[in-house]
Nanobody
Framework: QVQVVESGGGLGQAGGSLRLSCAAS????????MAWFRQAPGKEREFVAA????????DYADSVKGRFTISRDNAKNTVHLQMNSLKPEDTAVYHC?????????????????WGQGTQVTVSS
């Protein structure tokens, strides 16, 4: 079993930055894909970014490409999401997810372990 805990959410301003972190524990996750998803009120959960176990392969949703950066530290079993140039439409609960596989995918249903989420609110 893998436990996933997010941190770093909060209130940001449009044009500003926030950094989210996710810590995974319980099993060695260094060879797993890790990703971020988000869900705004009344909307479906959507893919934000994913990173391979090596950190070499990364995938971003078009809506965040060029503004968000995903990174990981396998020694600490952590993944980070640096969010720059924030927009009000980035407001959502952000979830960290771990996939017990090597292949990057965007479907939330293909991820095996989830955190409870952290709220990000961006004011205009």
């Amino acid at each position: 079993q893998v436990q996933v805990v997010e941190s770093g959410g909060g209130l940001g301003q449009a044009g500003g930055s926030l950094r989210l972190s996710c810590a995974a524990s319980g099993r060695t996750v260094s060879r797993y894909v890790m990703a971020w998803f988000r869900q705004a009120p009344g909307k479906e959960r959507e893919f934000v970014a994913a990173i391979s176990w090596s950190g070499i392969s990364r995938d971003y949703a078009d809506s965040v490409k060029g503004r968000f950066t995903i990174s990981r530290d396998n020694a600490k079993n952590t993944v980070h999401l640096q969010m720059n140039s924030l927009k009000p439409e980035d407001t959502a609960v952000y979830h960290c997810a771990v996939r017990n596989d090597y292949i990057l995918v965007r479907g939330w249903y293909e991820y095996d372990y989830w955190g409870q989420g952290t709220q990000v609110t961006v004011s205009s």
